[in-house]
């Protein structure tokens, strides 16, 4: 069974850094693309970072570009995202999602119902 386990959320002040983990069990990351998302409240969910699958190309949210850090990890079989430098704004479920085919890029972000494999969420909360 394909199961994505996100990990590494909580709270932090602003400015400060987090390291979400995406670990996968039942299939390897390397042979799909990842792709990292988030909600907030009430609103919709958003695209935050993707990789791609054989030559790990990254891409990034306007918002988030030169803060965050996507990466692989194979021989752990994760993602991570770093997150440097966080905002309020940053405040969110963040999801982890992973496909094994091609994934469509618009505006220079993966499409998110392009995913088929969904984690359950991590927390971040960015708050002083």
């Known amino acids: 069974q394909l199961q994505l386990v996100e990990s590494g959320g909580g709270l932090v002040q602003p400015g400060g850094s987090l390291r979400l983990s995406c670990a996968a069990s039942?299939?390897?990351?390397?042979?799909?693309?990842i792709g990292w998302f988030r909600q907030a409240p009430g609103k919709e969910r958003e695209g935050v970072s993707c990789?791609?699958?054989?030559?790990?190309?990254?891409y990034y949210a306007h918002s988030v570009k030169g803060r965050f850090t996507i990466s692989r990890d194979n021989a752990n079989n994760t993602v991570y995202l770093q997150m440097n430098s966080l905002k309020p704004e940053d405040t969110a479920v963040y999801y982890c999602?992973?496909?094994?085919?091609?994934?469509?890029?618009?505006?220079?972000?993966?499409?998110?119902?392009?995913?088929?494999?969904w984690g359950q969420g991590t927390q971040v909360t960015v708050s002083s």
């Open positions: 990789i791609s699958r054989r030559y790990s190309i990254t």
């Open positions: 999602a992973a496909n094994r085919g091609v994934v469509t890029i618009v505006q220079g972000m993966c499409v998110m119902r392009e995913f088929a494999y």
């Open positions: 039942g299939f390897t990351l390397d042979g799909y693309v």
